[in-house]
């Protein structure tokens, strides 16, 4: 009863985004969305699954059913802890993890995700400042995350903050790269899809060097 409790109502076919199941499947790493046979593998080897209001399983199972906000808007997706155990485990080879990552950066670019929920919000913070100066600032992202997340815990850790600040772990100053230029057209282009792995690159991922 209890797992039923989490669907507040029922959806119909006009309610439900039919294209979004293809939509992950076209994402390098959610090739076999459509492969999962909904064993609950996943669910059973997930060391945080107790902690998620949909558990791995579901997820797959509402991607599949078009449910796309219900999915994004989840903390499922968020408390991920990248081990990689249901990917290994899975007998039908999905790279479940890879998913989760899909639908992190899906849920960053349609702002659906949690509100005040502090791991988007510190991801979202932390590319902006690498975008912009090529380098982050512990100061001015923690205070951005905790304006943004909690206030009242920036006035418990200012203490804190000051300590490092006298004994020189925390700067600041924002320090900058020179080309930028080039760091923001790598960026777009791994964003836009057109990157081109090197023959470098290709080659330290075939050696598992990376």
């Not at 009863?1 to 076919?13: A, G, I, T």
């Not at 790493?29 to 080897?45: A, D, L, N, P, V």
Request: proline share 4%.
């Amino acid at each position: 009863m209890k797992e039923w409790r989490l669907w507040k109502r029922v959806k119909y076919e006009s309610e439900v985004d039919l294209g979004f199941a293809s939509e992950i499947a076209s994402i390098p790493g959610g090739e076999k969305i459509f492969s999962c046979i909904q064993c609950g593998t996943c669910s059973g080897t997930c060391p945080v699954s107790q902690y998620m209001d949909y558990t791995p399983r579901r997820i797959v199972a509402m991607i599949r059913a078009g449910f796309k906000q219900e999915v994004l808007s989840s903390f499922t997706n968020w408390l991920c802890a990248s081990c990689y155990s249901c990917s290994v485990e899975c007998p039908r080879g999905v790279k479940i993890t890879d998913v989760m990552y899909t639908l992190k950066r899906m849920a960053i670019q349609e702002r659906v995700y949690p509100l005040r929920f502090p791991i988007p919000v510190l991801a979202r913070e932390f590319y902006n400042s690498v975008m912009k100066c090529g380098r982050n600032n512990e100061i001015r992202l923690t205070l951005k995350l905790f304006l943004k997340t909690s206030p009242l815990q920036l006035l418990k850790q200012t203490f804190l903050g000051l300590r490092l600040l006298r004994q020189g772990r925390l700067k600041l100053k924002t320090e900058s790269i020179e080309n930028k230029k080039e760091l923001h057209s790598l960026l777009q282009a791994q964003e836009s899809g057109t990157y081109k792995v090197s023959k470098y690159e290709e080659h330290a991922v075939v050696g598992g060097t990376s």
